[in-house]
């Protein structure tokens, strides 16, 4: 069943979500062609992160304004980037950490400890303040950007975990042209009403869908990531407190206290028509609502993404919203200045290091050191030992014919001392 879309809401929405979070006017320009539904997204997303959360984060972001220029140009049409921020996760402990190389190439942690942790509560809601943080930061990198440093104090300055994040992206990549988004925002949950209806409706059904998708992968071979609970909703309830309540198919709304309240079915059919913005997608939901929501053409997706996108495949199909085409994100490897240097004197540049075996690259410099003369030394000498064994079995047999064997035993144990000779050597020369 298809439904039609609220384009012109959607990016008035988007609109005040850029001037929020700071997204140039040369991105938000674009808006006036989703307004009149004759644009496509490319879109990726994160969990709000503490100074900015893990660095692939900002390369998912920068390969979706990639990937977004490469469409327009193939498709000849407008094609826009987006940052959906999830801050509605209530796992704090999965963001709080910020790691970060020191100027020693010592890994470091930076933790976000807000006033009063609050079980259940969403995290993008948390206030932050970061300011000293930001200090340290900048004082144990030793050499820094000071605009960067400087823009990492503004973004995180007496504010909420999400908006810091938006600031952060907008403000890096909205020169790129990325538009910035909450998945919390009640307009966005209003506009998905017909999809929660339609999940409502199924009830119990989609989870059933998930575990046989789920055991078929599992079956095959492949990570069954997502383990939702079977007797509960595919999303939470929220109040005014910003906690995420657990609802179960019986009717059961369990708080994070643990009161368990009741709630019929009509009730919840009335919450998905007049107050979408309670209901809180998990998992298995999100990229349904997300894509039901936004014109999405293809998603930037991190490896554990693409498992789940594979378990809730099903999903797209029964409740009638058309997949995006999914893209693993790019990958980097950073390198500090000394494994930089130790690689620049291996001889192997820092791709192969990353990429091939590490036997492979041991032979190789083993060939190197000696300039292919060992290998030749004991292959020449491993031959010689065999002839002189292999003429002494032949004589011998004519002897005695049940010598043979004990010859050809006595070679083996001939061989052992030259290739215990030939580890040391290697090694040696590895060293």
Known sequence: M?????????????????????????????????????????????????LGGPFYTFLKAYH??????????????????????????????????????????????????????????????????????????????????????????????????????????ARTLGERGLLVVEGMEPDLKHMAAPLWEQVIARGKHLSEILARRSEKLEAEGWSAILKPTPDSYLFYLTGQDHARAALFYDGDLRQPSGETTRMTKHELSRIAREAA???????????????????????????????????????????????????????????DFRAARAAEKSGFSVERLVTEERHTLERETVRDQSGGRTDEWFARARREIEEIYARIRKEIAEIDPTLAGAAQSSAGKALLPLEQLREKTERALKQ
């Open 277 to 335: 913005e309670r209901i809180s997608p998990k998992a298995a939901l999100r990229p349904l609502y997300q894509d039901f929501v936004l014109p999405t053409v293809a998603y930037i997706a991190g490896p554990g993404e693409l498992d789940y996108h594979a378990q809730i495949a099903p999903f797209y199909a029964e409740l009638g919203v058309a997949p995006p085409v999914l893209f693993p994100r790019l990958s980097v490897t950073l390198v």
């Open 64 to 169: 979706t304004t990639r990937l977004a220029a490469e469409l327009e140009r193939e498709l000849q049409m407008p094609v826009l980037p987006l940052f959906w921020l999830e801050g509605e996760d209530h796992d704090l402990e999965e963001v709080r950490s910020a790691n970060f190389p020191d100027k020693n190439g010592e890994l470091q942690t930076l933790r976000f400890e807000p006033g009063r942790e609050i079980k259940g509560f969403e995290v993008g809601r948390y206030d932050v303040n970061a300011d000293e943080h930001a200090r340290q930061l900048a004082e144990a990198l030793g050499d820094v950007n000071e605009a960067g440093a400087a823009l990492l104090r503004e973004a995180y300055a007496r504010t909420t975990l999400s908006e810091a994040m938006g600031k952060l992206l």
């Open 2 to 50: 298809r439904h039609a879309r609220p384009w012109k809401n959607l990016a008035e929405l988007l609109e005040r979500n850029g001037a929020l979070y700071g997204v140039p006017l040369s991105a938000r320009s674009k808006l006036s062609a989703v307004r009149d539904g004759k644009a496509v997204m490319v879109v990726t997303g994160q969990q709000a992160g503490y």
